[in-house]
């Protein structure tokens, strides 16, 4: 009886392959035009009264959100520590600029390396707790991190932040890659967030990226199929942390400048709000929740100091009114 | 030799005692059933045989291995599969994705970042095989959450069989299903013993289902073993006939 009901439900749907196929190609259509947006920015920006750093700035939000969400939108594991990967990348990158090298692709190999390290390493002290519990190892973790960054006065240059360095040009050859400027280094930073992107992308298609998604829909069941939960948060704990760290590494580079905020909760918190922003299930969601983020911040700092609770207000409104994210609420109009 | 064994096997909750002395024996290839009136310890005895809980007390062997401490993962490694009471599966993702986890675990894929097209083909193939043998084909596309219950638990079916289990563990697989649907579900009930030779231990209420497929019934009272036989003994037994049949229909 039940499924005979159903079944005369399923009939006043469309054919199903004819939508699937048709939702490929808003996807395709979607990204095509996210990356058109993205290649032209340093040229559409000033129209708008931006500047390429303020690109720069978003394109570095949005990647560490975009790794945060793999662990937080795709595999369920909520972090409110991931600034602390973030922060380790902007700190190795600026002392090993600072005191070791002037290369600037080594300084960053060695931002991510710090930072994607530390995120393996201490994943799997956060994976064992769930919930709630995660979220407040992850906190612990950050602040710990924090902590040092602050004390440490003569390596970090305590609450002051570390300066004394400055990103340089690549040499190829003959060939120069001008960092110092705002347009190519906007495109480096272009060139970072898409390789980023890459990595997302695939594994979410692949047997790993299925197996994170599972554990956010039905860790018993999974369990129940033979695999171990907490080996593969980990994975996803570790891979979010790496992207982050690229980020943070990305960031230091942009602003010549790293500080202990860039390790504080309150920023792994930014990273949150950016993500339920913009949409967590969504592939695009952290990139719209961060422009939305540094617009923002950028435009409401210059006027008031508490800016912050503005971002805090739309956050709520978002929340209550668009519970899938901005992304989220708009593929959900549409599929219907 | 007995697939899986139970020596003596006992599980207290606080005050509780869900299980006491509990012996049992399920020989290689049998279609056994478990009754009992509701909180006689039949899921219970699931979470034993599937490391969920442990016993109080007792051992319970495994193709002659102990399963003590040992992770249900793992359990799930040596070929125990499981369905639940209330169905377990990806609600929020459409049938041919819960099929696609569960197949890609089966082949021990989960750690692959990307897969050669070879492989993809045989995960495809693999999904669909369950879904002829499920007839879920129809259903495809469609969001697990928002099938009826009858197809849950037949997607649920598909999930556990994804692994070839060499024992399967079914928590009362027609409840909730209309006629039709449960007819269904016996065949393949039957058709998995029969033809596959799968060892089947499952929990059901409907005793037309029982007589029908069972090899042979065991019967739980108040986390105690009232009896066990053939479903002719069953039928003739007056402890159980006192106990449940008359208490209940
Ligand atoms: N995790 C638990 N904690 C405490 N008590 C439990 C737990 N699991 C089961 N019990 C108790 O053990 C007894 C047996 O429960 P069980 O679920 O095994 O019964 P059942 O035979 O499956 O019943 P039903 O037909 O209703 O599914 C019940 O009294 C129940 O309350
Ligand atoms: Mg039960």
């Known amino acids: 009886m039940k499924s005979a009901a159903s079944r005369h439900v399923d009939a006043a749907k469309p054919a199903d392959a004819m939508s699937s196929q048709k939702s490929t190609r808003r996807r395709v259509a979607a990204s095509a035009l996210v990356w058109a947006l993205l290649l032209t920015a340093p040229y559409w920006l000033p129209l708008t009264g931006g500047y390429t750093d303020l690109g720069s700035r978003v394109l570095v939000f949005s990647l560490a959100a975009l790794g945060l969400n793999l662990l937080l939108g795709f595999t369920g594991g909520l972090s409110f520590g991931h600034a602390a990967y973030f922060g380790l990348g902007a700190y190795g990158t600026g002392l090993m600029l600072k005191f070791v090298t002037h290369s600037t692709p080594l300084a960053l190999l060695a931002g991510v390396a710090l930072g994607g390290l530390g995120a393996t390493l201490f994943g799997p002290v956060t994976v064992r707790r769930r919930g709630i519990y995660f979220a407040m190892i992850t906190i612990a973790i950050g602040q710990m991190f924090y902590f040092v960054a602050v004390r440490w006065n003569s390596l970090t240059g305590g609450e002051d932040g570390l300066t004394g360095f400055e990103r340089t040009n690549i040499h190829f050859g003959h060939a120069i890659l001008n960092l110092h400027n705002s347009t190519i280094f906007y495109y480096f930073t272009l060139f970072f967030f898409a390789i980023g992107c890459a990595v997302v992308w695939s594994v979410l298609r692949s047997p790993l990226g299925h197996t994170f998604v599972a554990i956010r829909e039905n860790q018993k069941r999974l369990r129940f199929l033979g695999v171990s939960v907490g080996f593969y948060l980990w994975i996803a704990f570790a891979i979010s942390g790496f992207i982050a760290a690229l980020a943070g590494a990305l960031y230091a580079l942009l602003n010549n400048f790293t500080s202990p905020e860039d390790l504080n909760w309150v920023l792994s918190g930014d990273f949150v709000i950016i993500c339920v922003l913009g949409g967590m299930r969504t592939f695009w969601g952290p990139l719209v929740g961060s422009v939305i983020y540094v617009v923002v911040q950028d435009y409401l700092s210059s006027i008031t100091v508490n800016w912050m609770s503005f971002i805090g207000a739309i956050f709520v409104l978002a929340v209550l009114f668009f519970p899938w994210g901005l992304l989220g609420f708009f593929q959900r109009r549409i599929q219907k | ?249």
């Open chain 2, 1 to 249: 030799m007995s697939l899986l064994s139970l020596k003596n096997v006992s599980r207290h909750f606080g005050a509780v005692t869900a299980l006491s002395g509990i012996s049992l024996e399920v020989p290689q290839g049998e279609l056994r059933a478990l009754i009992g009136p509701n909180g006689a310890g039949k899921t219970t005895l699931f979470n034993l045989i599937t490391g969920f809980f442990r016993p109080s007390e007792g051992e319970v062997r495994f193709s002659g291995h102990s399963v003590k401490d040992v992770s249900p993962e793992k359990l799930v490694q040596r070929g125990i599969i499981r369905t639940f009471q209330i169905t377990e599966i990806f609600l929020d993702l459409t049938v041919y994705q819960n099929l696609e986890i569960a197949v890609e675990t089966a082949k021990g894929l989960n750690l692959r970042p990307w897969l050669s097209r070879r492989r993809r083909r045989e995960v495809r193939d693999s999904i669909d095989e369950l879904m002829d043998t499920l007839r879920l084909g129809r259903l495809s596309n469609h969001l697990a959450g928002e099938l009826a219950h009858g197809d849950q638990r037949l997607v649920e079916m598909a999930i556990a069989l994804s692994h070839e289990p060499k024992l399967l563990l079914l928590d009362e697989p027609t409840a909730g299903m209309g006629d039709e649907e449960t007819q269904r579900m016996t065949e393949l009930i039957r058709h998995l013993h029969n033809q596959r030779g799968i060892t089947i231990l499952f929990i059901e209420h409907d005793m037309a289902i029982i007589f029908d497929v069972a090899d042979r019934i065991t019967v739980l009272d108040n986390g105690r073993l009232l009896a066990e036989g053939t479903p002719a003994e069953i039928a003739a037994n007056a402890d159980v006939q006192a106990a449940y049949l008359g208490g209940v229909k």
